[in-house]
Each structure stands twice: as structure tokens, then as C-alpha cells.
């Protein structure tokens, strides 16, 4: 089993680890994507992946919003609003390509919203549509590392 650590490092000019994401990425009525940048790109990295995970959701495990993968080990970010057509689309929690809002339910409470961006050993060749589930299960063994940046958001 491969080591997850390393140098790599995700932010968003929009919020940082922990603080509330804004409300013009919060909008379900217009889901815009929040920009994404990374550093610290590990050498051998041949692609990239991206999940955002919602584990407060009252669900079973969680609530995913956003899936993507298929993402050049050339890329250093991702812009705000990013067409679900720019990389390979992944099935969110209802089952679309896309990202979904951050909606968690009326006075629950802050959630969590973890983005994941996982930089692969190989360009790997997966079909669209693939579930967070799948999309790990198919990567697992080509993980170099990952970074995680945490949002908060509560209506």
C-alpha cells in the first residue's frame, strides 16, 4: 500500500481550510464551482482527480457533490464555474455530472465539505459517470498523494 503524504497543497482563492464557503457557490438554482488551485505536485504525477464529499450529509456515507477525473498532470487549478464537459465528469449524489451546491438541511448544523484532489501515478483511462465509490476503487492503487481543503456551509 502506497504512502498518501506529500508536499501537495489544494486552496481556494474564495475561502480557506475551515472557513464558510460563500453563498455565490451555494447556490443550487446556478451551481458555480469554486476556483481550486494546487503546489507541491509530486514528480510522476501523470493526472489528477477530484472529489468533494459532504460527510455530515444524513445519509448512510454522506453526500457527494462533485466528482471529476481525467484532469493533465499539467493543470494547476480549476476555475470557478468549471464545465462539467472540461475533464471527464463523474455521477454526483443524484446520479448527474456536475457539481452540486452545498445544501445541507435547514438547522443542521454546519456541514463539511471536503474537496480531495488526488494526483495519480498514470494517466489512467476511466469511462464518465463514475460514482465517488467507483472512482476510488479504481484509482486506489495509483495515488501518489492527496490534499484536502475543508468548507463550511449551513443555511
Known sequence: MKSH?????????????????PQSYADSQKP???????????EGTGQFALICHDPDAPFTYGFTHWVVYGIPATASSLAEGLPQNA????SNGHGLAGYLAPAPPQGHGPHHYFFTLYAL????QLEPGLTRKQLLAAIDEHILVQARLVGLYEN
Open 32 to 42: 458555480v464551482s469554486p476556483p481550486l488551485a494546487w503546489t507541491g505536485v509530486p
Open 121 to 124: 501515478d498514470a494517466s489512467v
Open 87 to 90: 475533464y471527464t465528469p463523474g
Open 5 to 21: 503524504l506529500g508536499d501537495l497543497r489544494l486552496s481556494s482563492p474564495a475561502f480557506n481550510m475551515g472557513e464558510q464557503i
